[in-house]
């Protein structure tokens, strides 16, 4: 596992000019990331004249990072896309044959100011966006892609933010009270407060998950952790040593 808080500090140091660099800033740096003490003991003995060495292996080490932190991000988002595939049905060939009440239309649906039925006829459409997201990401594979992460990351992300706002317009949709302003109009929950109520409820899921591993409560995981907008390394770590992430 990379110590990803030294990340930035390594990119403030690239970026800083040549001339106003602390080498021995600099130094420590490389040593603590690459363990290389053999390494740091010649740097040491005349930091001037190494300076051009920390910087090329900082800048070695700090562009393998990226691709390191790219990885682990994509690894993230489809878990959390695999839980939208499968809450949404986005695996299915052909949009769902429900009707508009089966879907969630209110009966009381015409009769509701123009802005909140807008939000049901905007759901149809962020739908197909999220099927088309879906569509693109599964044509992303090593055949025909150089580097299928950094492909997919776009995708993912934006698969991701389609269905909070899928979620968001949900949420309005349902709980609006005729007869009070559309200004009014919030989520009953705000996202950061799902998100983290997503999160406790995840870490509470796989402590039993891992008691009794189950298909239905591994699904109900994946579910719950796409809700979340920007998981803990812990409960990353958490997920991957329950083999869902």
């Given at each position: 596992?990379?110590?990803?808080?030294?990340?930035?500090?390594?990119?403030?140091?690239?970026?800083?000019?040549?001339?106003?660099?602390?080498?021995?800033?600099?130094?420590?740096?490389?040593?603590?990331?690459?363990?290389?003490?053999?390494?740091?003991?010649?740097?040491?003995?005349?930091?001037?004249?190494?300076?051009?060495?920390?910087?090329?292996?900082?800048?070695?080490?700090?562009?393998?990072?990226?691709?390191?932190?790219?990885?682990?991000?994509?690894?993230?988002?489809?878990?959390?896309?695999?839980?939208?595939?499968?809450?949404?049905?986005?695996?299915?060939?052909?949009?769902?044959?429900?009707?508009?009440?089966?879907?969630?239309?209110?009966?009381?649906?015409?009769?509701?100011?123009?802005?909140?039925?807008?939000?049901?006829?905007?759901?149809?459409?962020?739908?197909?966006?999220?099927?088309?997201?879906?569509?693109?990401?599964?044509?992303?594979?090593?055949?025909?892609?150089?580097?299928?992460?950094?492909?997919?990351?776009?995708?993912?992300?934006?698969?991701?933010?389609?269905?909070?706002?899928?979620?968001?317009?949900?949420?309005?949709?349902?709980?609006?009270?005729?007869?009070?302003?559309?200004?009014?109009?919030?989520?009953?929950?705000?996202?950061?407060?799902?998100?983290?109520?997503?999160?406790?409820?995840?870490?509470?899921l796989l402590g039993q998950y891992a008691k009794a591993p189950k298909d239905e409560l591994a699904d109900r995981i994946s579910d719950i952790y796409s809700r979340?907008?920007?998981?803990?390394?812990?409960?990353?770590?958490?997920?991957?040593?329950?083999?869902?992430?």
């Open positions: 596992m990379i110590e990803l808080e030294l990340t930035p500090k390594i990119k403030e140091w690239l970026d800083t000019e040549p001339a106003q660099r602390d080498l021995m800033a600099g130094a420590t740096l490389l040593l603590q990331v690459s363990r290389n003490k053999i390494l740091h003991a010649n740097i040491m003995r005349n930091l001037p004249k190494y300076a051009a060495v920390i910087e090329y292996h900082l800048q070695k080490i700090y562009k393998q990072r990226l691709v390191d932190i790219t990885h682990e991000e994509v690894r993230a988002l489809m878990t959390q896309v695999k839980g939208i595939v499968k809450s949404h049905g986005l695996e299915n060939p052909e949009p769902s044959k429900r009707s508009e009440y089966q879907r969630g239309k209110r009966a009381d649906h015409d009769e509701l100011p123009p802005e909140v039925q807008q939000l049901y006829v905007e759901n149809a459409e962020v739908l197909r966006r999220m099927r088309d997201a879906h569509t693109r990401l599964r044509m992303i594979t090593p055949e025909t892609s150089t580097c299928p992460d950094s492909d997919r990351y776009p995708w993912a992300k934006y698969l991701v933010a389609q269905d909070r706002l899928y979620r968001s317009n949900w949420d309005k949709y349902d709980h609006y009270i005729k007869g009070t302003p559309v200004a009014a109009l919030a989520p009953s929950v705000d996202a950061r407060t799902e998100s983290a109520n997503a999160a406790k409820l995840c870490n509470l979340i907008i920007n998981p803990s390394e812990r409960l990353r770590a958490k997920m991957r040593e329950a083999k869902l992430l």
